[in-house]
């Protein structure tokens, strides 16, 4: 990098730093918090009964309450996990603000997250510990960082569980959008290891975004074939449809 670029590289920093750090991140409005009280209520929340799934289900339980009740699809294709939630839909302005967080790595972005997540509560705080659903290595790299590792240890110093890194991601999974469940299915198959024994463990599989639950499926088959006794899975947003 020459001097200049160093030079300029800095002043985008300082920009980004002192100009967003007081800024809402959603309507640019200054105030302290990096999402402010109007957008935050803005926000789609996913309250209400749920099916295993984390999709509505008129009979579920509003507090994620346990055994869920199975939809159609999860009556035909139980899920491995025995329960799923999002406290929040993940659509216009949310998924911008994931994405600038997962996508170009802005820690801005990170720190109004954070925010999102102060203001939730653990539904299941009978777990013995939180899991990531990792990223590949390949797409860590490229990225710098893993953000359902990031998340995962930020919840758990929130909700005071212990942390358990017993996955990895061994197959850098191809996009999954446009394909069919069963070609999902089949690039997920054998794309999780467990490195650590989970034996008689509940655990609470975390990850920023749930769409249709192929990769939860596979990391919570994973876990249980190795011993876990449940698995449910938490993300912080959740596409409506599959
Ligand atoms: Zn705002
Ligand atoms: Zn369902």
């Keep these: 990098m020459t ?38 209520v803005l926000l789609a929340r996913l309250d209400g009964p749920l099916c295993r799934c984390g999709l509505h289900h008129p009979a579920g339980s509003p507090d994620g309450g346990i055994p869920a009740p199975l939809c159609g699809r999860c009556l035909r294709q139980p899920p491995p996990f025995t329960a799923s939630q999002a406290p929040l839909h993940y659509s216009f302005p949310l998924d911008r603000l994931i994405g ?73 999974t191809p996009m999954q959008q446009g394909l069919s469940r069963r070609q999902r299915r089949r690039n997920l198959h054998g794309a999780f290891a467990c490195t650590r024994p989970v034996t008689g463990l509940k655990l609470l599989l975390v990850d920023d975004v749930m769409t249709t639950g192929s990769s939860a499926r596979a990391a919570a088959e994973c876990l249980l074939r190795h011993g876990a006794t449940e698995v449910r899975v938490w993300t912080l947003a959740r596409t409506r449809e599959r």
């Design 3 to 40: 001097p200049v670029n160093l030079i300029e590289a800095t002043k985008v920093y300082c920009r980004l730093f002192f100009d967003q750090s007081c800024r809402c991140l959603f309507c640019g409005q200054t105030q302290s918090h990096q999402v402010c009280p109007s957008c935050l």
């Design 100 to 172: 600038r967080y997962k996508y170009r790595g802005d820690l801005v972005a990170e720190r109004g997250i954070e925010q999102l997540l102060a203001d939730t509560p653990c539904p299941w705080p009978d777990m013995d510990a939180l899991c990531a659903l990792p990223a590949h290595w390949r797409r860590r790299w490229q990225r710098g960082f893993d953000q359902s590792q990031r998340l995962t240890d930020r919840l758990a110093s929130l909700w005071g569980m212990p942390s358990l890194t017993a996955l990895t991601r061994q197959q850098a």
